[in-house]
């Protein structure tokens, strides 16, 4: 439609909207009523009339004319008040009520109003600058209410930083005043403190608003770009009545708050001077906790896996989780001897796992807390990964039945960049858990720090503004607005399947931990807070008020509980050991029990028949796919290579992977560009060239009869990612998950979880991963920055001794090293290593992670290419991978024997036959650096005994693993030989970043190698 001014002579003028096609018009318009359309969002409230053109009305003023009883009556309206001389816009006087609706919406009426009673028009547009006055309130009031709310139990700060009201909530700041307070206006349909279309005076209206959103509770939703969840936001809070609790709610609420409380007294009173970083200040989280548990169960979820921080930790396993309070309580026992393996950690770092029945519910619950360092959000990613690996697993792909809970403080929430990395996960397809429930116990301070001096933002949650999730703040000295506000965020969740915070602001009774002083930085806060009296004894008055309990209930319940804490804390006194095993957040069944390592190593190699059905797979166009040529030639690449029975580090890959995937092994590839390959080597999915999305993962679609397999591209996130894969890990020992980095370097941001959970895992958690990390590691000539996966970092944190042979039986060596390292690194250099230290993730009968520092340029070396033959039933992982040259032959005859890993090895054989050398100097691979081989290096230097011994690496001299491989190879010869080093000298940054520098410093390390100079056999 559009619109042409009226030609009507004199006295009617304006625009009017009209057709495109007009054919039709006169036969259906005659003495029908004109349907006003009203454009509530202009101003000057201009009609415009709809379906009618200039034509046509001047037909209508002359029937008009001839008799006013010919038109229809709204018509009849017009015409005299135009004759009577209204400016154009004015002649039409719109019913009062029609006002009554949303600025936003258009609204269509039809005009019945008589000239006898008509409102003036300047009485019409007061009304509509009235009425609009009144829903802008409205809406500020959703929006901004929360910067008014009474949030501080303490009564001291603004939980937004910011004392200012906001303007749009003073009322003299609109057209309105005090004197329209008692004036009544039409709700519009955008709120619920009232019917859509009833009548309310403003007092009450503002009075509701105030109720709902700045008393205890204070939303932030409004930037949600869905109005259904607006909506669904706004009911749930506005609707009167909604936050009532029944008796019994009310009961159940008190009871959860005495245990939270007593629980904490306990504690305290039993051992005043350890640390153990107590709720007080905030004990409404532990019936928060179960009331959101409660709410999720009652819809379906079977199992709840949470992450937090110490503050509280004791408390929601004691409470939350029901862990036997003797475990909890031998903890603190100075005289604890440990009965598992591994070195434990403190109590308020452990998890554990248990299934119980939720009595509220009379449903099943699974509950686990995962193990956490100090390292605050580091746990985040991690819950998140094991959600997801447990939503697949039970195939809840909607996440009905496993979700994730987060804890939080309010500082590190704030302040760590793991957070935001992690909630940018949260919709992304193959990672999102379909909604996770945050909940922030706010203390308003950090360690020592104002929280106005340790962030930019208003509040310390709005970091989850970014992922469109809603935020509700709340006061957790009002348990009852806490529990409203739990179960509105428990029915979010499972409504929208997206993440929802819940900010409790609280306070810390004590300092940072029970052994600190807070005076020193917040004395006038602890002023207060010593004079604040407990949630629990407030709420109970409260209800005695109420007569829902009586004192003496009240007063039974807090016994009853403080007999239960004594009985427990006797019971502990004879349990002078500790098991690990009983802190676990993920029980594997057998694999925490004790192993026999007296058998035999399992050979990782398998049938050609497997090896040749998923390489034609793997190097075979998919039908019906445009694919990309370049692509066309590297598939035809793979079925050349196939045909003749060699396999490159691509091929060798795949084939690890799909026989993996047929033996119904579960395989997960995650990280930056992984399903191309950062160097165009993988292409595990390929991409239809001509129809957008249209991929096809090619290893999961081999066979039905398959596992399922996982490739997926990840957000550009090391930390998060990194963690995340740990949790999937984590949940099932019969899966191999693999994480690669873009380049080896870009794990320094993910050196929190290498550190905290990786290396260390199972000596703190006995938390035992397989997980896979595969780092490009080598000196390319590519900068500082795309050289090293810092092999050295790895080394270091290998828990094995290198002054000291291992005492293992010579038959199992292997298998008891394998058993006792904390993990493997490798540098391996031939695609049938790769395809068999793959797949002893899986065969091993425990699990440990793997660090592989995977190749560049070897990617496609024809040198490093191996034969199916290699990968065959009766093959095995080669931890070290003999010289195989003429040195074999005279090996007395040999000068020296150089070890090395990675691709420095191609280097060196290429330039000792190029210098004639092959029968002076032996060149031996170590593809397994930690845990080291000591009984094969030692069978080595045994055959070459008038060699002498050297280590050559390509990294600087302080890096790489020299450090490592010195005393290891020289303990390997019961410290009767000395071993030298060839490579770069020590530097700063790992390599250079110029290119001639580069090339003239590789061209030293293999001089060095290959110099017979000086040589010397201790």
């Not at 200040?281 to 999720?296: F, N, Q, R, T, Y």
């Not at 987060?406 to 397809?429: I, N, R």
Request: charged share 25%; hydrophobic share 35%; aromatic share 8%.
């Amino acid at each position: 439609m559009y619109a042409v001014r009226c030609k009507l002579p004199g006295i009617i003028k304006g625009y009017f909207l009209k057709p495109v096609s007009t054919s039709n018009l006169k036969k259906s318009l005659p003495c029908t009523s004109p349907t006003v359309r009203f454009y509530a969002s202009s101003v000057s409230a201009e009609p415009f009339i709809n379906g009618t053109s200039g034509s046509y009305v001047e037909e209508m003023y002359e029937s008009w004319q001839a008799d006013p009883k010919s038109v229809h009556k709204s018509w009849d309206v017009f015409f005299r008040n135009a004759q009577k001389g209204a400016l154009p816009g004015q002649a039409y006087q719109s019913p009062p009520e029609i006002y009554g609706h949303p600025v936003r919406y258009v609204t269509e009426v039809t005009m019945q109003q008589t000239p006898d009673n008509a409102p003036s028009y300047e009485q019409v547009q007061n009304l509509i600058q009235d009425h609009l006055a009144v829903y802008s309130l409205i809406r500020s009031y959703q929006i901004r209410g929360h910067n008014l709310a009474n949030l501080d139990p303490l009564g001291i700060l603004h939980a937004d930083l910011d004392s200012k009201v906001p303007e749009e909530l003073v009322l003299e700041n609109s057209s309105l005043s005090q004197q329209d307070l008692d004036k009544e206006f039409q709700l519009p349909k955008t709120t619920f403190i009232g019917h859509p279309g009833q009548t309310m005076k403003l007092r009450d209206i503002i009075a509701s608003l105030e109720n709902v959103y700045c008393k205890s509770i204070g939303l932030e939703f409004m930037f949600l770009t869905s109005q259904n969840k607006n909506s669904w936001i706004r009911k749930h809070f506005e609707t009167p009545g909604v936050m009532s609790l029944t008796p019994e709610e009310k009961r159940r609420l008190l009871a959860r708050l005495v245990r939270s409380t007593e629980f904490e007294n306990f504690l305290a009173k039993k051992w005043s001077s350890e640390k153990r970083f107590g709720l007080e200040g905030c004990e409404v989280l532990i019936p928060a906790l179960k009331h959101i548990i409660d709410i999720s169960n009652d819809k379906g979820v079977e199992s709840v896996i949470m992450g937090m921080p110490h503050r509280g930790r004791l408390n929601v396993l004691a409470n939350v989780c029901r862990k036997p309070l003797e475990q909890i309580f031998t903890q603190f026992n100075p005289t604890l001897e440990q009965q598992d393996e591994g070195s434990g950690d403190v109590k308020y770092h452990l998890g554990m796992t248990h299934e119980r029945l939720n009595r509220t519910t009379n449903k099943i619950i699974k509950l686990s807390v995962c193990a956490n360092p100090s390292h605050l959000e580091a746990v985040d990613p991690v819950v998140q990964g094991k959600t997801r690996a447990e939503q697949f697993y039970r195939g809840s792909s909607d996440g009905k039945q496993v979700m994730s809970i987060l804890l939080h403080g309010d500082a590190a929430f704030a302040g760590q960049g793991v957070v935001y990395e992690t909630m940018h996960l949260s919709d992304l397809p193959n990672y999102t858990t379909h909604g996770t429930i945050h909940v922030v116990v706010n203390n308003q301070i950090g360690f020592t720090t104002d929280p106005r001096m340790s962030r930019s933002s208003p509040y310390c949650t709005d970091v989850a503004k970014v992922v469109q999730c809603p935020i509700f703040h709340v006061n957790a000295d009002d348990p009852e607005a806490v529990m409203h506000v739990c179960k509105v965020a428990a029915e979010y969740r499972a409504e929208f399947h997206k993440d929802v915070v819940i900010d409790l602001v609280c306070y810390r009774k004590n300092g940072h931990n029970e052994s600190d002083n807070p005076d020193f930085t917040q004395p006038l806060m602890y002023q207060k807070i010593r004079q604040q009296e407990p949630c629990v004894l407030k709420y109970a008055r409260k209800l005695i008020s109420e007569n829902v309990v009586t004192e003496e209930e009240f007063q039974s319940e807090t016994l009853k509980y403080g007999i239960i804490l004594e009985e427990t804390f006797e019971t502990a006194k004879q349990r002078p050991q500790m098991k690990i095993a009983d802190w676990l957040d993920s029980k594997w069944g057998g694999f925490f029990k004790p192993h026999n390592l007296l058998g035999e190593l399992q050979s990782t190699g398998t049938s050609l028949e497997t090896l040749t059905e998923i390489g034609s797979k793997f190097s075979t166009p998919p039908a019906d796919f445009n694919i990309h040529p370049g692509l066309k030639r590297v598939l035809k690449s793979r079925a050349e290579m196939l045909g003749e029975g060699i396999v490159d580090w691509a091929i060798g890959e795949a084939l690890a992977i799909g026989s993996l995937l047929k033996e119904k092994i579960h395989v997960r590839l995650s990280g930056q560009d992984v399903e191309r390959g950062t160097f165009s080597h993988r292409h595990h999915v390929l991409h239809d060239q001509k129809i957008d999305k249209k991929t096809i993962n090619v290893l999961d679609t081999i066979s039905n009869d398959y596992a399922k397999y996982i490739c997926c591209n990840s957000s550009l996130s090391e930390y998060a990612v990194l963690g995340f894969e740990l949790g999937y890990s984590m949940t099932n020992p019969y899966s191999l998950v693999m994480w690669e980095a873009q380049f080896g370097d870009f794990m320094n941001t993910a050196q929190c979880i290498i550190d905290q959970f990786i290396s260390s895992g199972q000596d703190k958690w006995v938390r035992q991963s397989g997980l896979v990390m595969l780092l490009p590691h080598g000196m390319e000539g590519m900068g500082p920055e795309h050289s090293s996966a810092r092999l050295e970092r790895f080394l270091q944190m290998t828990k094995e001794d290198p002054d000291t042979f291992p005492d293992y039986p010579e038959e199992n060596f292997e298998l008891c090293q394998n058993y006792h390292t904390n993990w493997f690194i490798c540098n391996i250099t031939t695609p049938a290593n790769l395809f068999h230290v793959l797949r002893r993730q899986v065969y091993l009968s425990f699990r440990k992670p793997l660090v592989i520092m995977t190749p560049k340029s070897l990617l496609r070396l024809e040198a490093a290419r191996s034969n199916l033959s290699e990968m065959v039933e009766g093959t095995f992982f080669k931890r070290l991978i003999p010289e195989d040259g003429p040195c074999v032959k005279n090996p007395k005859d040999v000068k020296k024997l150089v070890f090395c890993s990675g691709k420095i090895y191609y280097e060196l054989i290429k330039e000792r036959k190029h210098r004639g050398l092959d029968n002076d100097i032996a060149i031996t691979r170590i593809e397994q650096l930690s845990p080291f081989p000591f009984d094969l290096v030692r069978k080595e230097c045994a055959k070459y005994q008038n060699a002498s011994l050297q280590w050559v690496q390509e990294e600087h001299k302080n890096h790489g693993a020299w450090q490592h491989m010195q005393p290891r190879i020289e303990t390997s010869t019961g410290n009767s030989r000395r071993a030298t080093y060839a490579g770069r000298s020590t530097a700063s940054a790992p390599a250079t970043g110029n290119k001639k520098q580069h090339m003239v410093e590789q061209q030293f390390v293999v001089d060095s190698a290959l110099s017979l100079n000086n040589l010397k056999v201790n």
